[in-house]
């Protein structure tokens, strides 16, 4: 099979070399610096198994900045373009998606085209009806940032937001690129498979939420939350997932995806989705409320990032604390060795460790590290269980 896959983000490119192990791919993208990356098996993203499969597996994969051989002779085309969550419109914007859609349209109309992107609940359906001609097929994507490959190595579900044959080969098609043989496959419509996405996600949000509230009730009475946390969660209906306490949750999938959930649910009665939205801005209020309490002169931000193992800060919960602290004229200093810039947002970044442990009079870390435990006593961080 032939299949071109549009976007070479974590979600584009962890399939696009899922793919190419059984079939011929082109990864197309606007950024010519990506494009030759990939080319030269290198992953322009932090991904350890993209990186690795990339250098060491034999891949059918080529790159290129030309979208038109791969919009009119592919037996599928996968769209994974950004769709940031927009507070102008309040939804998602899918400008980049529409623009493909209408390219493909124009080269290809009788195209097979599968979006990975997360949109708003409707939209396939309207699509559709745009583009009548064309089959297009919403098919979400469960995939942690820094693990995204490994994810669709080993995915815990495959959802078809279609019951047609393609939706059933392209299933197989995700299926045959797996390691794991025992995947659930679920063929619903493309307003259910859109609702599965934005429900998962808000669930994810919704479980962060309440770890994190638990915390700030602990911290506040002085107790210590790791008990509190461990006697709750061997209760096997609650599980041991998603329970580390955090500044807040992050990253570019729960912030946008809760928003949107809550935007398709107007004049719809619902008390939990906003509850889900107003607690992480609490816990953000809280975090920074408990770091000026301190009264330090100069915060060190130990990395910017939302998780180990990723190279993306996009919304990440720190940066908004930074903000509130800046409001109160506290100096802050950056520790982001992914950055090579010596200045963020206004804030000065110093990526020698020692210097910049030295220049803080307390370090913030919303996930405690080997770098920093030689100065423990000025961390503040929420992280009990020493994990994401």
């Known amino acids: 099979m032939k299949i071109t896959v549009v976007g070479t983000g974590y979600v584009g490119l962890a399939n696009a070399v899922l793919f190419s192990q059984n079939n011929e791919v082109i990864a197309v993208d606007i950024s010519s610096e990506k494009v030759d990356l990939i080319n030269s098996r290198k992953s322009p993203i932090v991904d350890y198994e993209i990186e690795d499969y990339l250098k060491n597996k034999k891949l059918n994969l080529i790159a290129t900045t030309d979208n038109k051989e791969g919009f009119r002779s592919s037996d599928f085309i996968v769209v994974a373009t950004p769709t940031n969550y927009d507070d102008l419109i309040d939804q998602f914007d899918t400008s980049s998606v529409d623009k493909v859609l209408k390219d493909i349209y124009s080269i290809n109309p009788k195209a097979i085209v599968i979006i990975k992107s997360t949109v708003p609940v409707g939209y396939t359906e309207r699509k559709n009806k ?45 299926k045959d690129g797996a390691v794991k043989t025992d995947i659930s496959i679920l ?11 934005l429900f998962s996600n808000t669930y994810l949000a919704m479980r962060v939420a309440f770890f994190n509230e638990l915390d700030t009730y602990a911290e506040i009475n002085g107790l210590i939350s790791k008990d509190i946390i461990t006697g709750v969660c061997y209760d096997p209906r609650i599980g041991g997932h998603y329970n580390n306490p955090s500044y807040g949750y992050g990253g570019y999938c729960l912030p946008k995806d809760t928003k949107q959930l809550l935007s398709n649910y107007k004049n719809i009665p ?26 330090p002169k100069t915060v060190g931000v130990y990395r910017l990032i939302m998780k180990s193992g990723s190279d993306n800060f996009r919304q990440s919960a720190i940066q908004d604390i930074m903000k509130k602290l800046n409001e109160k004229e506290i100096d802050i200093v950056i520790y982001e060795p992914t950055l090579v810039i010596d200045n963020f947002m206004g804030y ?8 910049f442990k030295n220049s803080s009079d ?19 961080t929420r992280d009990v269980f020493s994990r994401d």
């Open 270 to 295: 619902q008390n939990i989705i906003e509850a889900i939205i107003l607690s992480n801005e609490t816990r953000k209020n809280h975090i920074s409320n408990m770091i000026i309490s301190k009264k």
């Open 348 to 355: 000065k970044v110093i990526n020698d460790l020692s210097k």
């Open 362 to 380: 307390l370090i913030i870390a919303n996930r405690l590290h080997d770098d920093i435990k030689s100065v423990a006593s000025k961390v503040y």
């Open 187 to 197: 063929f619903t419509d493309s307003t259910e498979a859109e609702a599965i996405k």
């Open 130 to 174: 745009e583009f009548p001609k064309m089959e297009i097929i919403f098919s979400p994507e469960f995939l942690r940032e820094g693990r995204a490959l490994y994810d669709n190595l080993y995915p815990s579900r495959i959802i078809m937001g279609s019951r047609s044959k393609k939706a059933k080969k392209f299933a197989e098609i995700l």
